[in-house]
């Protein structure tokens, strides 16, 4: 059971325009999100956070949005810049819950000059 | 500052054998995880560690096994290897879990990739 989904397992998009990555959740419990980049070869990177008592994080060309009604949140990155080119992993995190993060699948952005 | 660094950085073993995995954490984080993460997937939480002794763990058999050292470096060891524990092998440092924003970022390594033959 895939807690965490990220039904979009590529996106490709041109330089300087918007990405919109998007991720589900299904547990309710869950109140801290965080987004990972991951370049081949390499382990993943903490990208950006945002706590369940928030509904945007902004940091630079990053910008998280959660619609906790929905259970959904969504990566915003403007300008797209080809060096975005990666793997994007969404994590949930329950304190309640052995405080292990929960990753979805991941979508592979490719950002096209 | 020195970041996550792990050992090996591949491997091949045969089913049955057994394997140990190392990990450096990052200068001044006191808590080790350890991800598996399959081709294809995201990674998938195995167990974490504080203060040397194991307070998370996720679906894993009894044969993966963990330690942390008092310098907070650890050791993952996987018993009677099985094809599907052919991985690429996360290692992840961070200070202790908390709800600030810091304490619950971590930092990762870039992993140990076993292939079991």
């Known amino acids: 059971d895939q807690q965490v989904k990220q039904n979009s397992p590529s996106l490709s998009v041109q330089e300087g325009r918007i990405s919109i990555l998007n991720c589900d959740y299904t547990n309710s419990m869950f109140d801290y999100f965080l987004w990972y980049k991951k370049y081949p070869a390499e382990g993943p990177t903490f990208l950006i956070s945002?706590?369940?008592i928030k509904d945007k994080n902004e940091d630079g060309r990053f910008t998280v949005f959660l619609n906790k009604s929905a259970k959904h949140l969504s990566l915003h990155i403007v300008p797209s810049q080809p060096g975005d080119s990666a793997v994007y992993f969404c994590?949930?995190?329950?304190?309640?819950?052995?405080?292990?993060?929960?990753w979805g699948l991941g979508t592979s952005l490719a950002v096209n000059p | 500052e020195t970041g996550v660094t792990q050992s090996p950085t591949h491997l091949i073993k045969t089913r049955g054998q057994q394997v140990t995995l190392r990990c450096s954490s990052q200068?001044?984080?006191?808590?080790v995880s350890w991800y598996q993460q399959a081709l294809g997937q995201g990674p998938q939480f195995i167990f974490q560690?504080?203060?040397?002794?194991?307070?998370g763990r996720g679906n894993f058999p009894p044969r993966f096994s963990g330690l942390q050292f008092p310098n907070y470096s650890s050791e993952l060891n996987v018993n009677a290897l099985e094809l599907d524990d052919s991985a690429l092998y996360l290692c992840?440092?961070?200070?202790?879990?908390?709800?600030?924003?810091?304490?619950?970022?971590?930092?990762f390594g870039a992993g140990s990739r076993l292939t079991v033959l």
């Open positions: 560690y504080y203060r040397e002794e194991e307070n």
């Open positions: 945002i706590s369940s």
């Open positions: 994590a949930a995190f329950n304190a309640g819950n052995n405080r292990k993060l929960i």
């Open positions: 992840a440092s961070s200070l202790a879990w908390g709800r600030d924003s810091g304490a619950n970022v971590l930092t």
């Open positions: 200068s001044g984080h006191n808590t």
